[in-house]
T-cell receptor, first 114, second 114 residues
Framework: NAGVMQNPRHLVRRRGQEARLRCSPMKGHSHVYWYRQLPEEGLKFMVY????????ESGMPKERFSAEFPKEGPSILRIQQVVRGDSAAYFC????????????FGEGSRLTVL | QQQVKQSPQSLIVQKGGISIINCAYE??????FPWYQQFPGKGPALLIAIRPDVSEKKEGRFTISFNKSAKQFSLHIMDSQPGDSATYFC?????????????FGTGTRLQVTL
């Protein structure tokens, strides 16, 4: 019974490149959340998706960031034209359709922008 | 309105002692208050959670105390062990439907010494 799977675990990009982070939710979970964790800080909500729909993107920066959760395949968080300030750990979490409140987190993708 | 304030930022406790971490919130619509534990290089994992209809919840050595009128809640770790050394995050959410969007505190780094 695999947990939330994120890849890559570590990603290094130069300024101006694109970063793509993938998340496969737990089996049976249809809700996906992306959070960003800056060094020595808590987790900041970015976006909440269900299959093929963005439900809440109130935490997403207005430019360069986008997210999707297609009918088939993993959820993807895409960061275009990365800048040094994008360096962070990006965590994906999932929850089941029946809302218990608990979020199940992956181990994160750590983006470093040179 | 969406903030959750957490203190202390770091905590050192001797083995066998009691660790206490405090959180305060502003949004009176919050109705779910979990604590997450995060080890270095890993994703957060749910430790214990409480809803506002009770003032205390205990699971093993971990207890949440909840004060609705003061809009505060705290985590107590009894008989703290070196294996408890981790970062602890309080969180809160309002769950009108299926969403589990959490607002996190900034975290407390706990170190339990021998």
């Amino acid at each position: 019974n695999a947990g939330v799977m994120q890849n890559p675990r570590h990603l290094v990009r130069r300024r101006g490149q694109e970063a793509r982070l993938r998340c496969s939710p737990m089996k049976g979970h249809s809700h996906v959340y992306w959070y960003r964790q800056l060094p020595e800080e808590g987790l900041k909500f970015m976006v909440y998706l269900q299959k093929e729909n963005i439900i809440d993107e109130s935490g997403m920066p207005k430019e360069r960031f986008s997210a999707e959760f297609p009918k088939e395949g993993p959820s993807i968080l895409r960061i275009q034209q990365v800048v040094r300030g994008d360096s962070a750990a990006y965590f994906c979490a999932s929850s089941p359709r029946t809302n218990t409140g608990e979020l199940f987190f992956g181990e994160g993708s750590r983006l470093t922008v040179l | 309105q969406q903030q959750v304030k957490q203190s202390p930022q770091s905590l050192i406790v001797q083995k066998g002692g009691i660790s206490i971490i405090n959180c305060a919130y502003e949004n009176t619509a919050f109705d779910y208050f979990p604590w997450y534990q995060q080890f270095p290089g890993k994703g957060p994992a749910l430790l214990i959670a409480i809803r506002p209809d009770v003032s205390e919840k205990k699971e093993g050595r971990f207890t949440i105390s909840f004060n609705k009128s003061a809009k505060q809640f705290s985590l107590h770790i009894m008989d703290s062990q070196p294996g408890d050394s981790a970062t602890y995050f309080c969180a809160a959410s309002h769950q009108p439907g299926t969403a589990s969007k959490l607002t996190f505190g900034t975290g407390t780094r706990l170190q339990v010494t021998l």
